[in-house]
Every structure is written in structure tokens, then in C-alpha cells.
């Protein structure tokens, strides 16, 4: 995956975890989750993950942690 796809991805990532952030941290992150679960493709989710577990550079704290509760559920670790 191209660095800028990642970035993209990233920044796709951050600004849904935005649109949950007044929401209490455990549902905001569901919430995010879910979001993501339902309108990413699988390639997508993966390739954000494989990019969380290299560092996740540019993630933010709430991104990271809706995108690592996907973790268990895409078989990827």
C-alpha cells in the first residue's frame, strides 16, 4: 500500500473518530468501530490495521483504539 493511501486512510480514520468524540471514550471507539465494520471494505480495515500495528503514525488515540477493537474480528494480529 502506497503512503499516500495510508494517509488517506489515516486521515478517513481521525475524522470519524471526530464525529464520536463528544460521546463517552468506550462508545465513541464502538461507535467509530462500527462505522468502520459497516462502510470500509475488508481491505481497507486490514491495511489500516497492518498500519496501526507498524506504529500507526498519524492515528489519533481514538482512531487507534476503534481500529484495534477490529482486530479480533478480522483475523489479523
Known amino acids: 500500500m502506497s503512503d499516500d493511501a495510508?494517509?488517506?486512510?489515516?486521515?478517513?480514520?481521525n475524522q470519524i473518530a471526530i464525529a464520536f468524540r463528544n460521546e463517552p471514550p468506550e462508545k465513541a471507539a464502538a461507535d467509530?468501530?462500527?462505522?468502520?465494520?459497516?462502510?470500509?471494505?475488508?481491505?481497507?480495515?486490514a491495511d489500516l490495521l497492518a498500519h496501526?500495528?507498524?506504529?500507526?503514525?498519524?492515528?489519533?488515540?481514538?482512531?487507534?483504539?476503534?481500529?484495534?477493537?477490529?482486530?479480533?474480528h478480522m483475523g489479523v494480529r
Open 32 to 45: 467509530a468501530a462500527e462505522h468502520i465494520r459497516l462502510y470500509w471494505t475488508r481491505k481497507m480495515r
Open 6 to 13: 495510508i494517509k488517506t486512510l489515516t486521515r478517513m480514520a
Open 52 to 72: 496501526a500495528g507498524a506504529g500507526g503514525e498519524g492515528l489519533e488515540p481514538l482512531a487507534r483504539a476503534a481500529i484495534e477493537s477490529l482486530r479480533p
